[in-house]
């Protein structure tokens, strides 16, 4: 047996060249890796390559509008990334303006209100969709067009010297940007930090927005690199304390009605009967529709489209009859399948038969604004029947979740009378 | 067959009877192997042959039983034990005989056949008889045959497990070793076997350690053998304690002191081997000290049972002195020769370790000697105050260091330029270098390297360079040291000014004539690479600049042609630095958009000159121009396509190479690489490296450390190429579901755990990429008969409580993954899991942030799986 070889390294670095070029390697095929692998779970990724244009002027906007579009038939409820990158220019505006949630207008009560839904104050101003990705942050309005483009502390909102917007990393909120204190309300969560939240409960959603919003610094005041102050609105379960809170408690900011959200609800592009818009006085200044004037026209006023057949209907879906043009009619005035028509309700107004509706008195106006898209929805038409007539009061709603039989009730339509 | 005459034909210096007789002994063997055994065991006891051919029948006996490659040698302990019983015992009793025979060299190589058998034997439970024979031997009369014995004991003890071997065997082994070491034991041959035997056998001595008594007398015993008159026995007394430095730290406390005194003697008077196992001594006492206070520092988790008991710490007062006295002890020419170790070397790494050990408290020891011998005329006091310098500077804290090395710093750097002895210079570049490795760099708060100096310490390394190949190289390792401290400095590095004529200093030593010697050359482009790495934008376009250079260069070695062999190594040796350079370089460019863009102007030409380095065909060459390649791979993305039909014959080749699994390895990753580049691009040649990859898999000649790349490269092609990964996912799936079978629980040291958590973590990134890559594909539903199973592998690793960080965030990533893609098609399973609930919620208060983020895309993940 040899005398065993005790020789230890002598003057020499522990770790070769050649080793630390391996590790290297390694390393960086590791984190390529993560990266890969990250960008394959954020889903909406390629909207990076949308956030590359510069900002667009737009043609101004209306502060309030009454929610009115509708989606059209070939969009998915999700987004759908693989489609989404391949847009270009206008069609991403176009592509942007079809992902909000819409309201419905609230004609009734829901059921168990207090235990299934939540309430909130809802901001007056502009209602964007605020997307942060690759270092900066774009709000885009309903229509699709930009309202700001700026730096932002959300995740990836900013170039900042650390470098934290990483390429994978993106945010989208549905927001209502303040005009007067310049904030950004958040009303909703629909991507965060690069995960989307398109699929989750607003249970779930709202429970994220309050932890990672103010986490991220994004509720701090504007600094050079965070241009505007983000704010999440108070959410309430929609008890008789929690109601009257967002009814009548103090606000920073101008309320512009309620909203209403069912928990269970998953966020879904264009109307939803799961998140509700209500409104009166005390809590809005914008009750009954104005006209182009701004002024409160004597008859209520609608818009309703023109089918083949000459029946004119609203833009749900499926859409509500409100009745039939004569052949003859369409042929004269020279309109077309398509065409929007403005009304106006006369004397007659609204009848409804077990909760649907039977008969309408409309007067024909003419057509209507080339701008507008889409026809009103049903229930837009009938919350402002109901305001000129037979308003839904705040003591209604709150009498419903006072109700003992609350939990049991039966949905029904309100009685209307024409 | 003559075997006699055949086996002294296969040691003829004829090569031509060599090779003939060479033949005709495989042949035989391939024909009747238990014949052929018989036959060399008949030779090697038979006392009427020549010695020579009894020894090499012994050996080639030898190697039927036993080689070095894993593979072959399972394969040869399988034939042992099938072979015929009767041919067995024949040749068992041969061997036997042997020993008793009065020709040396055939009783030690019968003991070395001996041993292997038992090695292959005995854990079978065969042989039941050895042991005893062997022990009843010992106490035979005649001294060879004791010696041979105690020998084949030795062997054995190297050979065979421990726990082979039942307790009252051990005892009577040790017993027999023991008396054969001690002084009653009169011949010195028995003696000297004995306790190299010892040697071998203290491993299985444990239960004999943890008695006092038995302990008290092994101890006396092995120290008494230090003092022999026989040089050997000395030396090999001190390798026995030298291994009870390590196997029995924490039963040493009683004899320390007297130790201590032994090895003192033996460093100062002894001959020199004997000196260096004495020094040696300290040194493994000091690996034990710090790999116990590490754990002390680290995570104490309360399994480490064994207490430092601060032997090092107690004996430097003494120790460090008699260190010092041994670094004066140098050899005239030793840092020219590679293979040097004389005992200045082993003092002043022993040194280096104490002041690992117990830091500042080296300080107040060294500084005298240093202060008084750094001046003196002697070359020999100046480069061992030099050296004990340089040897104490990790470990002791920057503050106490960084004082003497502002005074010394000037000193040094004087001494670099203007001392007349090469020696010392050399050393006085490594001091450097370690002063800038230790105590220069972003941890550090009180900069050494300043305005004020750095312009001269640059200036005299680059001057260095200049000076014999083995003070140039230190100067090389000074100035890559210095860089890294530069490493995380921003946007503006102080080397910013200089960094043109480093790099022209070093391309010009790589010129040198004499860049061969002390391996100058290699340590230049190394340093070139450090340079490169931690380099800023300032000078990213000097770094563009150095592509064309360093691309003509490897155009230069490519034009010789019909190389001699040693023509050859020299190319591929100069091609692997040439690549790894060219691999840096295009990392730190690729890794900034605007530099990316213009380095790719010479994308095309860099990679005709890797393709050519192929053709070359030389492995170091082969895994360096991969690794380059895979950097490219990364900077040219989708582009990297148009050189895929060229490439892909390569890549292949890699693949395919088990026996350097490095380049395997290196390959593996690279594919991956291709996969991010190229996406759906590499579908045309995912039906080859699929097949590969899973013959890979299904092989038992690869290493293993390269499965669980593989796994993870599964991910990368299913994540490139997404639903058309169907094609192999029954393989694929199948592949991963007995690994993750095998993986789920874990046996073993720590090495294994280690490796059991990487395999883990490939087979989980391999779930995670193909979840990913079939996600919003019509095919999804293919994975949902894999979930269950999945699931499992995810509860079961988290019911066995030993993932590492990694694997747990992996695994938390897999089970949202497996959510999102599968959604409610596997809600109920997900909610049964224990993974949803227990891992989920203890990865979400992980402090580890990546865990933790991974923890809340899986709860978004399975909320959304479960709502829907």
């Not at chain 1, 650390?162 to 007067?180: M, R, T, W």
């Not at chain 2, 008949?42 to 190697?63: F, S």
């Amino acid at each position: 047996m040899a005398p065993h070889d005790l020789r230890r390294p002598f003057k020499r670095a522990a770790i070769s060249d050649q080793q630390k070029r391996r590790d290297l390697s390694l390393l960086r095929q590791a984190q390529n890796r993560r990266d890969a692998q990250q960008q394959a779970r954020c889903l909406a990724s390629s909207i990076l390559s949308l956030q590359s244009s510069a900002p667009e002027s737009e043609p101004e906007q209306s502060d309030i509008e009454i929610e009115t579009e509708h989606d059209s038939e070939d969009l998915s409820k999700d987004l759908d990334v693989r489609r989404v990158s391949k847009l270009r220019g206008p069609e991403v505006r176009k592509w942007f303006a079809r992902q909000l949630m819409l309201p419905e207008w609230m004609i009734d009560v829901p059921d168990r209100l207090s235990q299934d839904w939540y309430v909130l104050a809802r901001p007056a101003g502009k209602r964007c969709f605020v997307v942060s990705s690759n270092g900066t942050t774009v709000s885009r309005q309903r229509n699709g067009s930009i309202l700001h483009y700026f730096p932002s502390a959300l995740p990836a909102g900013a170039k900042t010297r650390d470098g934290s917007g990483s390429a994978q990393s993106y945010c989208i909120l549905d927001c209502i940007f303040h005009e007067s204190d310049q904030t950004y309300y958040v009303i909703d969560m629909v991507c965060w930090n690069g995960y989307s939240l398109y699929d989750c409960t607003a249970e779930f959603r709202f429970y994220w927005l309050n932890s990672k919003l103010e986490e991220s610094g994004a509720c701090n005041v504007p600094s050079h690199y965070h241009k505007f102050r983000f704010s999440a609105v108070p959410v309430y379960n929609c008890d008789q304390t929690g109601l009257y809170a967002a009814y009548s408690g103090a606000v920073p900011y101008v309320k512009d009605g309620l909203l209403f959200y069912n928990k269970h609800a998953h966020y879904q592009s264009g109307n939803t009967p799961l998140v509700l818009v209500w409104k009166d006085e005390n809590c809005s200044q914008y009750v009954i529709d104005t006209d182009g004037k701004g002024e409160i026209p004597s008859q209520q006023q609608v818009v309703l489209e023109l089918q083949d057949d000459g029946k004119l209907v609203t833009s749900d879906d499926p859409p509500v009859l409100f009745c039939c043009l004569d052949g003859d009619i369409i042929e004269k005035s020279g309109l077309q399948s398509g065409n929007l028509l403005r009304f106006a309700i006369g004397d007659g107004g609204l009848s409804f038969v077990d909760g649907k509706l039977e008969n309408a008195d409309l007067i024909y106006l003419g057509k209507s604004n080339r701008a507008r898209a889409f026809a009103d929805s049903y229930s837009k038409v009938i919350f402002q029947f109901m305001v000129r007539h037979s308003p839904l009061k705040i003591d209604d709603l709150l009498a419903s979740i006072n109700s003992p039989d609350d939990q049991e009730k039966i949905p029904s339509d309100i009685e209307m009378v024409g | 067959m003559e075997v006699t005459q055949v086996l002294l034909n296969a040691q003829s210096i004829d090569g031509a009877v060599r090779k003939n007789a060479e033949e005709s002994l495989k042949q035989f063997q391939e024909q009747n192997l238990p014949g052929f055994l018989l036959l060399l065991s008949g030779e090697l006891v038979n006392e009427e042959k020549p010695v020579e051919t009894r020894k090499l029948a012994g050996l080639i006996l030898k190697n039927a039983l036993d080689a070095k490659d894993q593979q072959r040698k399972v394969e040869l302990v399988q034939r042992w034990l099938l072979l015929d019983g009767n041919a067995k015992s024949q040749i068992k009793a041969g061997l036997l005989k042997t020993l008793s025979s009065p020709v040396s060299d055939a009783r030690s190589t019968a003991s070395q056949v001996i041993a292997k058998v038992a090695g292959i034997e005995l854990p079978h439970k065969q042989w039941p008889e050895l042991i005893g024979s062997l022990l009843s031997n010992v106490h035979q009369l005649p001294a060879h045959v004791k010696q041979a014995t105690l020998e084949t004991l030795g062997y054995l003890c190297e050979e065979v497990s421990p726990d082979v071997i039942d307790q009252d065997q051990v005892n009577k082994i040790l017993t027999a070793v023991v008396q054969g070491i001690s002084a009653s034991e009169g011949n010195i041959d028995v003696r000297l076997a004995a306790t190299r035997a010892l040697y071998n056998a203290l491993g299985f001595a444990q239960a004999n350690f943890s008695n006092d008594m038995e302990r008290d007398y092994l101890m006396r015993v092995v120290c008494e053998a230090t003092q022999s008159p026989d040089v050997r026995i000395r030396q090999a007394a001190f390798e026995c304690l030298v291994s009870i430095s390590s196997t029995y730290y924490e039963k040493l406390a009683p004899y320390i002191q007297d130790i201590f005194n032994i090895t003192a003697k033996a460093v100062r008077e002894d001959e020199e081997p004997v000196a260096l196992q004495a020094v040696e001594f300290w040194s493994s006492i000091c690996d034990e000290e710090t790999d116990i206070l590490e754990e002390y520092g680290g995570e104490f988790t309360g399994d480490s049972n064994i207490p430092c008991f601060y032997f090092i710490k107690q004996a430097i007062p003494a120790l460090v002195p008699m260190l010092l006295e041994t670094l004066l002890k140098q050899e005239e020419d030793q840092d020219q020769d590679e293979g040097a170790w004389n005992i200045a070397m082993a003092g002043g790494t022993c040194l280096g370790l104490v002041a690992r050990t117990v830091g500042d408290d080296i300080v107040p020891l060294v500084v005298p000697f240093i202060e008084e011998n750094i001046t003196k005329p002697d070359w020999r006091q100046r480069e061992a105050a030099t050296y004990a310098f340089g040897s104490i500077l990790e470990g002791p804290s920057p503050e106490k260091l960084i004082p003497l090395v502002n005074v010394a710093l000037t000193f040094m750097l004087t001494a670099l330029t203007k001392d007349p002895n090469s020696h010392v210079k050399d050393t006085t570049a490594w001091t450097l270098g370690r002063i800038f490795e230790f105590l220069h760099g972003s941890a550090v708060d009180t900069p050494i390297i300043t305005q004020a100096n750095c312009q001269q310490i640059i200036t005299v390394l680059l001057q260095s360079m200049k000076d014999t190949p083995n003070v140039a190289e230190k100067a090389c390792g000074a100035l890559y040291f210095l860089a890294q401290g530069y490493e995380d400095v921003g946007p503006s590095s102080p080397l910013t000014p200089f960094f043109q004529e480093i790099v022209q200093s070093l391309l010009t030593v790589t010129h040198r004539e004499d860049a061969r010697e002390s391996r100058l050359r290699t340590a230049a482009y190394e340093t070139l690479n450090e340079v490169v790495r931690c380099s800023t934008e300032e000078t990213a376009p000097l770094v563009l600049q150095l592509v064309p250079v360093i691309t003509l260069e490897l155009h230069n070695t490519l034009e010789g042609q019909k190389l001699s062999s040693d023509e050859k190594e020299k190319q591929s040796e100069l091609q692997g630095l040439l690549c790894g350079c060219l691999q840096v370089i295009i990392q730190k460019l690729g890794s900034s958009e605007s530099t990316k863009y213009v380095f790719m102007q010479y994308a095309d030409q860099i990679m005709g000159l890797f393709l050519k380095v192929f053709a070359c065909r030389s492995a170091t060459v082969h895994e360096e121009a991969m690794l380059a390649i895979g950097a490219l791979a990364y900077a040219a993305g989708p582009d990297f396509a148009k050189y895929m039909p060229e490439f892909y014959r390569y890549l292949e080749m890699g693949l395919q190479n088990f026996e350097e699994y490095q380049v395997c390895a290196v390959t593996v990753g690279v594919v991956g690489d291709i996969c991010r580049a190229l996406e759906d691009k590499i579908v045309p040649y995912c039906d080859g490296i699929m097949t590969q990859l899973l013959k890979n898999l299904s092989s038992n000649q690869l290493h293993r450390s390269v499965k669980p790349p593989i796994f993870s490269c599964f991910g990368d092609i299913a994540l490139a190429v997404g639903e058309y990964f169907e094609k192999y996912l029954m393989w694929a799936m199948s592949a991963l579901q007995s690994a993750a079978e095998l993986s789920t629980h874990t046996t073993g040291d720590d090495e294994l755990i280690e490796y059991i958590n990487t395999l883990r973590n490939g087979i989980l990134e391999a779930y995670s990429g193909i979840f990913q890559g079939f996600k919003n594909s019509p095919k999804t539903q293919l994975l949902i008969p894999y979930a269950p199973h999945i699931l499992q592998f995810l509860d079961g690793i988290y019911m066995e409580k030993d993932m590492d960080d990694v694997v747990m965030k992996t695994a938390i990533g897999v089970l949202g993954d497996l959510a999102d893609t599968l959604g409610s098609h596997a809600a109920s399973l997900i909610q049964q899991s224990v993974s949803s609930k227990d891992f989920l919620n203890e990865c979400l208060s992980s402090e580890d942030l990546m865990i933790k983020e991974s923890a809340e895309w899986a709860k978004l993940a399975i909320t959304r799986a479960i709502s829907v």
